[in-house]
């Protein structure tokens, strides 16, 4: 099947190849985070071990997508839109990326056995997110439901406060009542991790509100 589609994209028109690995990013990314809700949610260690190294073979495919990309803006001297805005898009949705991984490596790494309500809600906010992400990028193909777009953006950007107050909470709770100073540090870099990640898929939708006000 991969091969197939490789030989459909010979007869692509050059500048539309942007679309559709964007597409496919777009969908690698949804798919880590349910890989990443899935995690959470699961009592059994070795099954959070299993979603992982998903989660890890998952963002070393959205590194190859991410090349790609690049390689294409080096080659082609026709693009979709301006240059810049391609280069920024794919890299954020890279650091999406980036961070579920580095937020799932975390907690295999420390060993952080009990996961709270705070991590799921958190996790459950990125999965939203990188879903709005995927609507959003599919109507950039022909642009032709601007609605669509604005409301995903707008969307993503109520997720990502909604995410701002529930770390702010998360925090705040932790300094309260951990006494363990290493285990304080291993929850705030596992919170700040999530967190990140739905301020990444904000940039996103900024570029995407940025792209569609030039060319709409």
């Known amino acids: 099947m991969g091969g197939f589609n490789s030989f459909v994209k010979l007869f692509i028109p050059k500048d539309r190849v942007f679309y559709s690995l964007f597409e496919d990013v777009a969908a690698n990314l949804v798919e880590m985070g349910e890989v990443l ?22 963002e070393h495919k959205n ?22 805005d391609i280069h920024y898009l794919a890299a954020t949705l890279d650091d999406v990326a980036d ?21 799921r809600k958190l996790v459950e906010l990125i999965g939203l997110g990188v879903a709005e992400l995927h609507k959003a990028i599919h109507e950039l193909r022909d642009m032709r439901n601007m609605r669509n777009i604005t409301d995903a953006c707008v969307k993503i950007n109520s997720l990502e406060n909604h995410a701002d107050d529930i770390y702010d909470r ?23 991790a999530l967190e990140i990640a739905t301020d990444k898929c904000e940039d996103c939708a900024n570029v995407i509100e940025t792209i569609i006000i030039k060319y709409a």
């Open 37 to 58: 809700n899935d995690l959470v949610n699961a009592n059994d260690l070795a099954i959070r071990k299993d979603k992982v190294h998903l989660i890890e073979r998952l």
């Open 99 to 119: 961070y579920i991984h580095g937020s799932a490596k975390r907690i295999d790494l420390y060993k952080v056995y009990e996961l709270n309500e705070s991590i």
């Open 63 to 84: 590194d190859d997508y991410t090349h790609r990309i690049f390689v294409e803006l080096g080659q082609n001297f026709i693009t979709p839109f301006d240059r810049e």
């Open 170 to 192: 998360a925090i705040a709770d932790l300094f309260d009542t951990e006494t363990n100073a290493a285990e304080l540090i291993k929850m705030r870099e596992i919170y700040q």
